[in-house]
Every structure is written in C-alpha cells, then in structure tokens.
C-alpha cells in the first residue's frame, strides 16, 4: 500500500457524460501528479499540482482538468467522454519536486 | 522532449534464474533520474528502484540491480533469483529535473517466470 488512494476505483459511463476523479495523496506530499494508462498511448503524463498550484501540463486534453484543495487532495475531471478516453488513469504524490513518485491503485474508466 | 523505450516487448525466465531487461532512453539533460516500476495483475504501480544521473554506481534493491550506462544513455534491470511473484510488466522511467518533474515511461515489458 503506497499510502496514496483513489476514488472510485471503477466507473462506467456513457459517452458526452462527466465524471470526476479524486485523489488523496500520501500524507505530507505536496505534489500530485496524474497519469493515463491506455492500450494506445501507454502510460502518459496529464498534470501536475504543487501545493495547490499547477506545474506542469503533459498531453492532456481541453476536455480534461484538474485541481488541488487547501488539504492536497485532487481532482480530474473529464467531459464529454468519448470511447477513447477508457482507460487506467492514476494519481502519484510525492513530498516535494524532487522526489520518487508513489502511485495509488488507479481509476478504471469504460465509457460506453 | 525525452523519449524511453523498452525493446523487449515480452521476457520469460525460469524461476531461481537471472533476467535482463533492457531500457534506453534519449535526453540531452545532463541531470535527471531514471526508476524501473513493476505493475503485477492488479495493475499497482510499484517503485522496483532509482538512479540517480550523477551518481556513476548503479544502484542495488536486494534482488534487483541496474547497469547504469550515462554515455549509452542505457539503463538495464537485473533480477536475480526470479520468483514466480517477479511476473508483471516493468516500466523504465525518466524523469527530468527541471520544471515538472513528470515521469516519461517507456512502452512497458511483460515478464513471465516459467516455475
């Protein structure tokens, strides 16, 4: 148990839906960093917070944002959902910028 | 923008035996940190190891060792004495130091262990 936890593990959607992911990082971690794992693009990089702060973007689309609370936890949120967006999508803290990150169990997403 | 690739798609080994898996990755960074993950069946992301660039001794894990090779831009995965809980798809990882600190994986080998 990495100590970093991800809300709900599984969610079935209709396409044009949104959902919202949540993410409590392990405590004392200010960073928060989300990935997407798909059968077509492999593991990439969507964002990242520090400290409630944006700090980097990957290949994260228009449709897709994300934010982080005065208490670390953060959310991603998808909309308009379209098939391609099923996916693996986890969150990893770690306690600062340089440092390893730690992953929770993911989100498994089907949109349908 | 850094790229990893894992040219081994699939690697099986005989349990108690020694596997190798390979990693190289393109940078033109001087500092950064290269990780292997294991992700078995329920899909955890797992920290295997790290390396730091400039540390020039490869780094050690009890059973898992990495050849760390800068000027190759190569970093290999060394388990030893596989056991059956080895089986799972390893990650290589880069990770820059500069602004962002995102890991960039590569595409992932899958490693069966034959009992």
């Known amino acids: 148990d990495s100590g970093v936890t991800q809300t709900p593990k599984h969610l079935i959607t209709a396409t044009g839906q949104r959902v919202t992911l949540r993410c409590s990082p392990r405590?004392?971690?200010?960073?928060v960093y989300w990935y997407q794992q798909s059968l077509d693009q492999g593991l990439q990089f969507l964002i990242q917070y520090y400290n409630g702060e944006e700090r980097a973007k990957g290949n994260i689309l228009e449709r897709f944002s994300a934010q982080q609370f005065p208490d670390l936890h953060s959310e991603l949120n998808l909309s308009s959902l379209e098939l391609g967006d099923s996916a693996l999508y986890f969150c990893?803290?770690?306690?600062?910028?340089?440092?390893?990150?730690?992953f929770g169990p993911g989100t498994r997403l089907t949109v349908t | 923008a850094q790229t990893v690739t894992q040219s081994q798609p699939e690697m099986s080994v005989q349990e108690a035996e020694t596997v190798t898996l390979s990693c190289t990755y393109d940078t033109s960074e001087s500092d950064y940190y290269l990780f292997w993950y294991k992700q078995p069946p329920s899909r955890q992301m797992i920290l295997v190891i790290r390396q730091e660039a400039y540390k020039q001794q490869n780094a050690t894990e009890n059973r898992f060792s990495v050849n760390f090779q800068k000027a190759a831009k190569s970093f290999s995965l060394k388990i030893s004495d596989s056991q059956l809980g080895d089986a799972a798809m390893y990650f290589c990882?880069?990770?820059?130091?500069?602004?962002?600190?995102?890991?960039?994986f590569g595409g992932g080998t899958r490693l069966m262990v034959k009992p």
């Open positions: 990893a803290s770690g306690p600062s910028l340089s440092y390893e990150q730690y």
């Open positions: 405590s004392g971690d200010l960073s």
């Open positions: 990882a880069y990770r820059s130091n500069n602004a962002g600190n995102m890991l960039t």
